[in-house]
């Protein structure tokens, strides 16, 4: 599967932005797919990730009641809905995406080119 993330950009804190990530390829509704940052200077971790149902969804606890992530099959597309952002979300968020669970960046195989947050204060 492949993965092109895009929506990112300046939004001062407070404020909400969705991200999107469109894939392409025939088995993408039955992949699990994941958000993930990366601030500079800083390791990759894990934001969201969701079933290949959408019926259940995992959240870091950094952004647990403030993110939300969700899945339209019919257009191949992850959304990851961000609101009450503060300064420490700005990052490049990725996509990804595996066959099955998992949480870890290692885990994941297949990843988009990332979008840009930047939220000022």
């Known amino acids: 599967v492949q993965l092109q993330a895009f929506g990112g950009g300046l939004v001062q804190a407070g404020g909400s932005l969705r991200l999107s990530c469109a894939a392409s390829?025939?088995?993408?509704?039955?992949?699990?797919m994941g958000w993930f940052r990366q601030a500079p200077g800083k390791e990759r971790e894990f934001v969201a990730a969701i079933s290949w149902s959408g019926s259940n969804t995992y959240y870091a606890d950094s952004v647990e009641g403030r993110f939300t992530i969700s899945r339209n099959k019919a257009k191949n597309t992850v959304y990851l809905q961000m609101s009450s952002l503060k300064p420490e979300d700005t990052a490049v968020y990725y996509c990804?995406?595996?066959?099955?669970?998992?949480?870890?960046?290692?885990?994941?195989?297949?990843w988009g080119q990332g979008t840009l947050v930047t939220v000022s204060s």
């Open positions: 990804a995406a595996r066959p099955d669970y998992g949480l870890g960046p290692a885990e994941f195989g297949s």
């Open positions: 390829g025939r088995t993408f509704s039955s992949y699990f």
